[in-house]
């Protein structure tokens, strides 16, 4: 009977993957026609992907989760812009990185991603338009700002047209099983301090802890090197073959960092937008309260205020603010229109769909 039972439930998912293959090239024809009617122009719409992700979500009656049928749709997304013409996506490299990973979620695996030596190489092969876009990150739940990112935000031309939030997981990979004559641990500066209290606990006081430009760079001096180890994901672990010595030793439980996609066009309102932009304020008592004073008085919520040197003069700041909305939005604009009255620059970075997660 349990036989009969699983052939049936088997019959009954060959027929479904059949009317799913078919109803996907259905799509992609559809995805196809688009493109042929745009006649070349940008294929690729954050405020259209966003709001079709958001829709399948709000549809979705399981037994998949949200996040499971997101991640779905989005691969069949990617398969139909490929027809069209596959993206072109420059990270921080080599391949590994979590960049690469948070590149991939965005954009799928049809997407070609770019591994670059630096942030500033990402950004100025977008600039020149030898690529489409860039994902770099921006700030981390546990170490705060990547200084690097905000510091090219300043003087890119490019904006930014999406984000991505990806829950980061670390681990202890090493070349050979074991603790055992460790002389030296791996890692990008931010990951090494995620994990500061996990080595302090677990590795000997002699071990030097020494910072590289990526984590996937940790894991590949690790693989050259039985005395070090690197932390750094899963995926540069499989990439050079290490072994797992402990898993998931980042200090927080809730580690997570948001990345940019950032590119030339702007992107239409979604109904759940983020706006970001720069602005300087005279040197004077009382200027920062001016700055954002407006704000609050139109009833926008500010996400995130951050600042750095401009490096026009010393101790001359510049600042970052994150807020909810598009700057379309009537209580942003008239926000936003108050704060160019009383900035001494204003640079509006870009308005954006919020991360699906």
């Known amino acids: 009977m349990s036989d009969e039972l699983l052939k049936q439930h088997r019959d009954a998912i060959d027929a479904i993957d059949a009317q799913v293959l078919d109803l996907l090239n259905q799509r992609a024809g559809h995805a196809r026609e688009i493109g042929e009617i745009k006649g070349g122009g940008v294929i690729y719409r954050p405020e259209r992907e966003a709001d079709v992700l958001r829709r399948i979500q709000s549809i979705n009656r399981g037994p998949l989760p949200d996040e499971s049928v997101a991640r779905l749709f989005r691969e069949i997304m990617s398969e139909c812009l490929a027809l069209e013409k596959p993206l072109s996506i420059a990270y921080l490299g080599p391949e590994g990185t979590f960049s690469q990973l948070a590149a991939t979620k965005h954009f799928g695996h049809a997407a070609r991603t770019v591994a670059c030596s630096s942030i500033d190489e990402a950004f100025r092969l977008v600039e020149a338009r030898t690529h489409d876009y860039v994902v770099a990150p921006v700030e981390n739940s546990t170490e705060g700002a990547v200084g690097r990112t905000l510091d090219l ?5 490019l904006k930014i047209c999406g984000e991505v939030v990806l829950r980061i997981h670390h681990h202890l990979l090493r070349k050979v099983p074991g603790m055992d004559g460790i002389r030296r641990v791996y890692s990008h500066a931010q990951s090494l301090a995620q994990c500061h209290e996990w080595l302090n606990r677990q590795l000997p006081d002699n071990v030097e802890r020494v910072s590289v430009a990526s984590n996937a760079e940790a894991a590949r001096l690790a693989s050259l090197d039985e005395r070090a180890c690197a932390i750094a994901g899963q995926a540069a672990a499989e990439r050079f073959a290490l072994v797992k010595l402990a898993e998931n030793i980042e200090d927080e439980p809730n580690n997570t960092t948001r990345f940019l996609v950032l590119g030339y066009q702007d992107v239409a309102p979604t109904g759940k937008d983020r706006t970001s932009v720069i602005v300087s304020a005279p040197n004077r008592p009382g200027a920062v309260h001016e700055l954002v004073e407006p704000i609050a008085r139109y009833g926008v919520s500010m996400t995130k205020f951050e600042s750095r040197p401009s490096k026009a003069g010393l101790w001359d700041y510049v600042f970052f603010i994150d807020m909810e909305g598009h700057a379309s939005d009537a209580a942003l604009a008239d926000a936003l229109a108050a704060l160019r009255s009383r900035a001494s620059y204003v ?11």
């Open 153 to 157: 935000m300043v003087t890119t031309p």
């Open 347 to 357: 640079k509006l970075l870009g308005a954006y769909p919020q991360a699906v997660i």
